[in-house]
């Protein structure tokens, strides 16, 4: 999780990574501050932290790009650190005798394919599903026909 910080920051989300490792305490352990900060700038290419993004809520978005940020670092870590070790896609079988992985990539759409190989970052596509639908806002104004 990322704390909101309003006043200052001009409706931007700045990452607090204490609320982020104590959300994330697995993560955290394998994360560094620093790491953790790189992860939030390259969850904030994914989802905008600017008070024109389409996540106007600043709690929203910190929690959203705390999703991202644990997605990210499980996909970067080594799997001994709690990653994934550069599997792509989610693990469809599993051998343990002779280590067997296969992994499923191309089963949904492209776009959510990415977010579906960890638990967080399913858990970020589904909390952002009505961002992605079309939304029809009228012009409040009535407009007359220039004919009369």
Same mark, same amino acid.
Not at 43 to 59: E, F, S
Not at 81 to 105: E, I
């Given at each position: 999780?990322?704390?909101?910080? /309003?006043?200052?920051?001009?409706?931007?989300?700045?990452?607090?990574?204490?609320?982020?490792?104590?959300?994330? /305490?697995?993560?955290?352990?394998?994360?560094?501050?620093?790491?953790? &900060?790189?992860?939030?700038? &390259?969850?904030?290419?994914?989802?905008?932290? !600017?008070?024109?993004g389409p996540v106007r809520d600043l709690a929203r978005r910190g929690m959203l790009l705390g999703l991202l940020v644990?997605?990210?670092?499980?996909?970067?870590? /080594? &799997?001994?650190?709690?990653?994934?070790?550069?599997?792509?896609?989610?693990?469809?079988?599993?051998?343990?005798?002779?280590?067997?992985?296969?992994?499923?990539?191309? !089963?949904?759409?492209?776009?959510?394919?990415?977010?579906?190989?960890?638990?967080?970052?399913?858990?970020?596509?589904?909390? !952002?599903?009505?961002?992605?639908?079309?939304?029809?806002?009228?012009?409040?104004?009535?407009?007359? /026909?220039?004919?009369?």
């Amino acid at each position: 999780m990322a704390a909101a910080m /309003p006043d200052d920051t001009g409706g931007m989300v700045v990452f607090d990574y204490t609320a982020w490792a104590t959300r994330y /305490p697995v993560l955290a352990q394998a994360v560094a501050q620093d790491q953790a &900060q790189a992860f939030f700038d &390259q969850a904030c290419l994914y989802l905008a932290n !600017t008070p024109a993004g389409p996540v106007r809520d600043l709690a929203r978005r910190g929690m959203l790009l705390g999703l991202l940020v644990a997605h990210i670092a499980t996909l970067e870590l /080594p &799997q001994a650190q709690g990653g994934q070790a550069g599997l792509v896609g989610r693990v469809a079988s599993a051998t343990q005798g002779s280590v067997t992985v296969s992994t499923a990539y191309a !089963t949904l759409a492209e776009r959510a394919a990415w977010f579906a190989q960890t638990a967080y970052g399913a858990a970020f596509w589904a909390a !952002t599903r009505g961002l992605r639908q079309a939304r029809y806002v009228p012009d409040a104004r009535r407009r007359m /026909p220039p004919w009369g």
